[in-house]
Nanobody, 117 residues
Framework: QVQLVESGGGLVQAGGSLRLSCTAY????????SGWYRQAPGKQRELVASITMDGEANYPDSMKDRFTISRNSDKNIISLQISSLTPEDTAVYYC???????????WGQGTQVTVSS
């Protein structure tokens, strides 16, 4: 079993930066890969970035340049650095992990990011 807890969200000004953290608890060594997603009001949840246990990061084309995902050496903290924030970045940001064991997929509770003009 794995539990994910996000932190670091809040209200920020446009043009600023923010760093989100996701801490994994439990059988973290069962995790195959992790990622950050976001869901804006009225929108579908979308992938922001993913990272393997070896630290290889991947981003959708629309998320390149302003987003950086990383994992610590103990592999229990997944971070997302966001720069040049715009109001369009306003969303609930969720941490995700895929495991070798049931239920295989985990989600955190989400952390709210609100960007003001």
């Amino acid at each position: 079993q794995v539990q994910l807890v996000e932190s670091g969200g809040g209200l920020v000004q446009a043009g600023g930066s923010l760093r989100l953290s996701c801490t994994a608890y439990g059988n973290i060594f069962s995790i195959k890969d992790s990622g950050w997603y976001r869901q804006a009001p009225g929108k579908q949840r979308e992938l922001v970035a993913s990272i393997t246990m070896d630290g290889e990061a991947n981003y959708p084309d629309s998320m390149k340049d302003r987003f950086t995902i990383s994992r610590n050496s103990d592999k229990n903290i997944i971070s997302l650095q966001i720069s040049s924030l715009t109001p369009e970045d306003t969303a609930v940001y969720y941490c995700n992990a895929n495991s070798d064991f049931a239920p295989y997929n985990y989600w955190g509770q989400g952390t709210q990011v609100t960007v003001s003009s």
